[in-house]
């Protein structure tokens, strides 16, 4: 199971660092996650003008329609340039640097014990940037999240320090990407918490909120503190009745942007199904699927003047919000054409971000619902800007699974509190509907294809809450039995009136762990664990035993907590 940076086994006891020594560590990742995300958005630039536009520049305004290549006809064959790039990086250096790279990230904490190999930040970076910017249609926030979390991974197994600090760190990087990149370091610390951290705990949100506020401080020195996106037309319905209209309407949004989420989410994994059952090789594959990505750019370029569906898709994004894309032809082709366009980039292999296409398509989505209730109810309708802007958090909700995130990402991206009412609705009407009709999400979908299973959301580990009384069998020793209860390598039980299934189980040659009745589960597993042990002697506050605990205990208690979760 275990992936090396790492060539040397995990140590038995691994360095626990102190609170302040987590502190600048977390600080560390913080600093490493902003600067990570400038560059790589320079990185981006760097190949989107040389290849787009012939030219060495690392600027890059996604926020504006890029200007029409000078190489004509010859820009369907960018895509197909990058894809050469991309495949030989993934295919020879990190093939986990592969897709949106959120899974993989998740795979490391929750079964590679927090381990990321050093060398997937740097191979994710060049990799994701060459895709990007070379027009495949996929997102920069993936990419970042998998580079700052490769860096807290890395940073960690330098120090020796143990898993759960590993992983904290991990989060730490993951929430500065997001952070970093979208100016909202709420929406990173909401990201980290949702679908990262196995156990959500004070110390460790306050150590990925530091970190989300260092990378997001980071973040704003270089490109400044503006919101990410204006929205010109945020309208509610003043008159009560309008507004109980308003809030319908938006539950049938929400319904529409979760039969969306589904799609998506089912669309890509179809593609990528489809693309790997096609002959040939991983070149063969990634290339046919990005010259299609460039006939359909060059296309929108020679009939509408712009990309518009190539690469993030800020700008068209922007258009909508701004109010100065209203044709609902041309919005309902782009919802189309950026769908397929982002099935066919990451279906075929490349390396990106989901984040951005699913920003995109509830924007158009919003646009259309938005529009359409414009030219039912006039003025009194909600604004366009409104039904777009709660269209894109619904899709990030719906797609992710993260739906606190969506919602704080959505007022920090636009710093408009008017919104709030119609982005909760929507977000919590389109987790509902896409839950209902895929339970994976997005990310998970791709680890359960794999046969990994992760918990989705925040669930309490209710083994964490345990004392070990909880779980003992409570037991009388044979009073032939001598010395400290530590120190003995065999015991007779016998079971305090259940029967006589276990009347008197030998556990002669096993050796045993003393602990005390109120000691917290979790630490006596570690101990275990760490011993070696497959059986702890139980005492109480006098130094009786008052029993054991085996696995058949611990089994049992998982068994009934189980209950709970269901």
């Known amino acids: 199971m275990d992936r090396a940076l790492m060539t040397s086994d995990e140590p038995e006891e691994p360095n626990t660092r102190a609170d302040w020594q987590m502190l600048c560590l977390a600080v560390g990742v913080g600093v490493v996650a902003g600067l990570g995300a400038v560059a790589f958005r320079g990185l981006i630039g760097f190949f989107h003008n040389l290849l787009f536009l012939g030219r060495l520049s690392f600027e ?298 699913a920003l995109f398509l509830g924007a158009c989505l919003g646009g259309l619902f938005g529009l359409g209730a414009q030219s039912l109810l006039g003025e009194s309708s909600p604004g366009v800007g409104t039904c777009a802007v709660a269209g894109m958090a619904g899709m990030i909700g719906g797609t992710t699974g993260a739906a606190f995130t969506a919602i704080t990402m959505a007022f920090e991206m636009t710093r408009d509190v008017r919104a709030i009412l119609p982005i909760v609705l929507v977000v919590c009407i389109a987790y509902a509907v896409r839950s209902r009709l895929s339970r994976p999400n997005i990310y998970t979908l791709k680890l359960l294809r794999r046969g990994q299973v992760v918990p989705e959301g925040l669930v309490a580990g209710l083994i964490t809450s345990r004392n070990v009384c909880d779980a003992m069998l409570a037991a009388i020793v044979d009073p032939t039995a001598e010395g400290e209860p530590g120190d003995w390598m065999s015991a007779v039980v016998t079971i305090d009136g259940d029967g006589p299934a276990l009347l008197r189980p030998s556990v002669e040659g096993i050796p045993c762990i003393t602990v005390h009745e109120k000691d917290e589960l979790t630490e006596v597993l570690y101990l275990l664990r760490r011993d070696g042990s497959r059986l702890a002697v139980v005492t109480d506050a006098s130094g009786e035993v008052v029993g054991v605990l085996r696995d058949e205990e611990i089994a049992e208690l998982a068994r009934r907590d189980a209950e709970l979760l269901r």
């Open 60 to 357: 890059y305004d996604a926020n504006t329609h890029t200007p029409e290549s000078p190489w004509g006809l010859g820009i369907v064959l960018v895509p197909v340039l990058g894809a050469l790039g991309v495949t030989y990086m993934v295919k020879h250096f990190a093939p986990e640097a592969k897709g949106h790279g959120v899974p993989e990230v998740m795979d490391a904490i929750f079964h590679q014990k927090g381990r990321i190999r050093p060398v997937v930040a740097l191979v994710k970076a060049l990799a994701s940037a060459l895709s990007i910017g070379s027009g495949g249609s996929v997102g920069r926030e993936g990419p970042i999240i998998q580079i700052g979390s490769a860096f807290g991974s890395s940073l960690g197994q330098w120090v020796r320090m143990p898993v759960h600090q590993r992983v904290t760190l991990i989060a730490a990087g993951a929430g500065g990407g997001i952070a970093a990149t979208f100016n909202t370091p709420i929406g990173g610390l909401a990201f980290a918490m949702e679908l990262m951290l196995p156990v959500v705990r004070a110390r460790s949100v306050l150590l990925v909120g530091l970190a989300t506020v260092t990378a997001t401080h980071i973040g704003r020195i270089f490109v400044g503190d503006v919101p990410s996106f204006d929205v010109a037309d945020i309208r509610i319905p003043a008159d009560r009745a309008m507004f109980l209209v308003g809030l319908l309407l938006f539950v049938v949004l929400g319904v529409f942007v979760g039969l969306l989420s589904t799609v998506f989410v089912r669309s890509i994994y179809w593609f990528e199904d489809r693309f790997d059952a096609l002959p040939g090789n991983a070149y063969s594959r990634h290339l046919l699927g990005m010259s299609i990505v460039g006939v359909i750019i060059y296309l929108f370029v020679r009939n509408s003047g712009h990309y518009y569906v190539q690469g993030v898709g800020y700008a068209t994004i922007i258009d909508i919000l701004d109010g100065s894309m209203t044709a609902v032809g041309l919005l309902a082709l782009l919802l189309a054409a950026k769908l397929l366009v982002t099935c066919l980039t990451l279906g075929s292999g490349a390396s990106g971000g989901v984040f951005s296409p």
